[in-house]
């Protein structure tokens, strides 16, 4: 019989490589992927084929971003979980759906990002690790990500001291 991991994880595409990491990480407990977001962001650099055994995670298909076939349909959850994402991602400044047909580089960002977010929320994963302070830690984000979704938003030294934290647990 299969027991539960301790806790699930997604991580962002910043904190690659992260071959060591994800390697403790399972060994104490934790299921790691990441999204195809993320997967889409490596195609060509010399991460691509180091995850190729990390699990992935279908993104909410989002019209102009995602792939057919490496998405997922959404619901009206998934839709309200990017709008709010997006809503908080952009400090309120985000374009409104009818104004999103020629987003710059950095709203494109965001809007990935969101959707990193999202897709971790929809699956139910409860730790999203991550370099970007500026989307997801800095200014009380980190914190309202924490109450509108139950996820923890962890930089990488953070799960690395909370994966070391679990090894040093398991071994007393």
Request: contains cysteine; proline residues 2%; glycine residues 8%.
């Amino acid at each position: 019989m299969k027991t539960a991991p301790i806790a699930t994880a997604t991580l962002d595409t910043n904190v690659l490589p992260a071959g060591e990491l994800v390697t403790r990480a399972e060994r104490v407990g934790i299921t790691v992927t990441m999204t195809t977001v993320s997967r889409r962001e490596v195609e060509g650099t010399t991460f691509e084929e180091a995850l190729s055994a990390l699990e992935s995670t279908a993104e909410t298909g989002v019209y102009g971003e995602s792939r057919f076939g490496q998405s997922v349909w959404g619901s009206g959850a998934d839709a309200q979980c990017l709008e709010r994402a997006l809503a908080l991602l952009s400090n309120g400044a985000f374009p409104r759906p009818a104004n999103r047909h020629t987003l710059t580089e950095g709203q494109r960002r965001q809007l990935r990002d969101a959707m990193i977010l999202c897709a971790h929320v929809r699956t139910g994963r409860n730790i999203l690790v991550t370099e970007d302070r500026r989307a997801f830690v800095n200014h009380g984000r980190r914190e309202s990500i924490a109450a509108a979704y139950g996820t923890r938003v962890m930089t990488r030294l953070e799960f690395e001291r909370y994966v070391t934290e679990l090894e040093r647990a398991n071994q007393a």
